[in-house]
């Protein structure tokens, strides 16, 4: 599980430092698939070199890393890897890192919120529940201080409200504009917002980007809490498993010799 674990953050940081995060249109899930690729084929190769000690005890790591590495090995980890991980319940765009003013990538479940207002006493005892369970819905933190994170953020609904209304207030001089608009499902209202449970430290930082209106990426769990379930920690694990089944395909062969001459194992890479 080490090398698929190992493959999510990389591409975790390879999101950090092309600016994609989980909220990124096309790019985040995209780039989630193709991270879930890269750790279902690291995953694979490291059972095969496991495998190939146990057959020959030679240790795989003072061998050169690309000897006996297949592509259609990797390819066929790789797609099996995906379709584990999605079956599984896992979401593509959570590999990726969250966006302080979005919707976290280990978001679960969160609770309808009052407007601008604080979340009230019971709302926090629930997102307590959350926050125990799934972690801060940014980085994954369980402990410290319990945060209701309004989302979207009270200064983008303000701000998108009051460009919405100096727009609105123009068209709707038109006769019956509004009530076409609402019969066709076109928004002309503020979106509503739902609180979920964020850490302390996420909401300072938050805090600020908003003010400053800067964009600001964090890390979270390898394996964290959200999606539809945790199954999908164990895709790598299933990966390897495939390659010690089938061990009987490349096992090892002696060569005899004549007498007093002795016998060599030769051990073979898949």
């Given at each position: 599980m080490g090398a698929y674990?190992?493959?999510l953050a990389a591409a975790q940081?390879?999101?950090?430092?092309?600016?994609?995060?989980c909220a990124t249109p096309v790019a985040g899930p995209v780039g989630g698939l193709l991270g879930v690729?890269?750790?279902?084929?690291?995953a694979g190769q490291a059972?095969?070199?496991?495998?190939?000690?146990?057959?020959d005890s030679k240790n795989p790591l003072t061998?050169?890393?690309?000897?006996?590495?297949?592509?259609?090995?990797?390819?066929?980890?790789?797609?099996?890897?995906i379709a584990l991980f999605k079956v599984m319940g896992g979401r593509f765009r959570s590999v990726m890192p969250s966006d302080l003013s979005r919707v976290g990538a280990i978001a679960r479940e969160s609770l309808p919120a009052a407007g601008v207002e604080y979340a009230t006493e019971a709302n926090r005892v629930e997102l307590a529940r959350f926050f125990r369970r799934d972690g801060c819905?940014?980085?994954?933190?369980r402990r410290g201080a319990l945060v209701g994170d309004h989302m979207p953020p009270n200064k983008h609904v303000k701000a998108g409200l009051g460009a919405m209304q100096r727009s609105l207030y123009k068209v709707y001089k038109v006769p019956y504009l509004r009530q076409t608009a609402e019969s066709l499902n076109i928004p002309t209202r503020p979106p509503r917002q739902r609180y979920y449970p964020q850490c302390g430290s996420c909401s300072q930082k938050q805090s600020a980007a908003i003010r400053n209106n800067r964009t600001v990426l964090v890390f979270h769990e390898v394996f964290h809490h959200g999606g539809h379930g945790e199954a999908w920690h164990y895709a790598g694990t299933l990966l390897g498993l495939r390659h010690h089944s089938s061990s009987g395909s490349s096992g090892s062969k002696s060569v005899g010799g004549s007498r007093g001459s002795g016998s060599s194992r030769i051990g073979t890479w898949r």
């Open positions: 674990a190992a493959g940081a390879a999101g950090m430092a092309l600016r994609v995060s690729g890269l750790a279902s084929a690291a059972a095969l070199k496991c495998r190939a000690f146990f057959e061998q050169p890393l690309w000897r006996g590495v297949r592509s259609d090995d990797m390819l066929v980890d790789a797609l099996l890897g819905h940014h980085c994954g933190k």
